[in-house]
């Protein structure tokens, strides 16, 4: 059985206090996004995984994917599977890529297994995996908050605008993100800004990863500003970094930003 895994954007991102588990709490919107991987599994002699595309550091059957074929298989008789994954969607990109995919296979065995698993328990499979695993089970437009595990519905729709993405060769990591990140109550909960028409989402709208995520990689601040220069409504980085996304009311080109170290993508 094969699915097509889809990355998301952050529509904004406050993280808001330091947990006593190590984590982080934090607010943001989970938007998904059209830039795709595609995951196949079929019945094999031994579980393994096999990756293709975009290299992944470390050990393919440590892969995410795998992690959550064996969370499943401890409590359900399932032959093992060979996972083969095609990646398209960049690492290191705050995208959640690795997310999706292993979420993806839960719900692939779930159908192709005929478990009738619930949407709430390949949720809380998925927790275990990561903090925004969870979100890709159902895979709409959220707003997250505790460790970005918990959801409520967010009616928001972007489809009117032309959205882009830019990626930098960079690959920012999650764990050094989080390492000097400054955790602070918003003044306002993006819950609410989030609702506010788009053309006031700029400073309003806010990821708290770009302060030291910029000092560090200041080609990524480069991006962002000149994405407004280029008439932008709104541009956010994404997650942790280290991709770039802009909302504009209408199509343009951005001869700035295509260059041949950068990726540009129409989302």
Known sequence: MLAF??????????????????????????????????????????????????????????????????????????????????????????????????????????????????????QDYARKLGADCAFFVENEPVYAFNKGDEFEKCEIDLSAWYKVLVKPPVHVSTADAYAHVKPQKPLQSLKEIIHLPPTTWKNKVINDFEPSVFAKYPQIHQIKTSLYDAGATFALMSGSGSSVFAIFPEAVKLPGLEQDNLVYYNI
């Not at 943001?28 to 002699?45: G, N, R, S």
Request: glycine share 8%.
């Open 5 to 122: 895994p889809n990355a998301k954007i952050n529509l904004g991102l406050n993280i808001t206090e330091k947990r006593t588990d190590g984590y982080h709490n934090l607010e943001t919107v989970f938007y998904p996004i059209q830039i795709k991987d595609a995951v196949e599994i079929t019945d094999a002699p031994v579980t393994s995984c096999k990756i293709h595309g975009i290299d992944i550091p470390g050990n393919a059957d440590d892969n995410l994917c795998v992690k959550a074929y064996h969370l499943i298989a401890a409590d359900f008789e399932i032959p093992p599977q060979r996972i083969d994954l095609f990646k398209n969607i960049p690492v290191g990109a705050g995208l959640g890529g690795g997310s999706a995919d292993c979420a993806f296979v839960i719900k692939l065995i779930n159908d192709k297994f005929s478990l009738g698993l619930s949407v709430s328990q390949m």
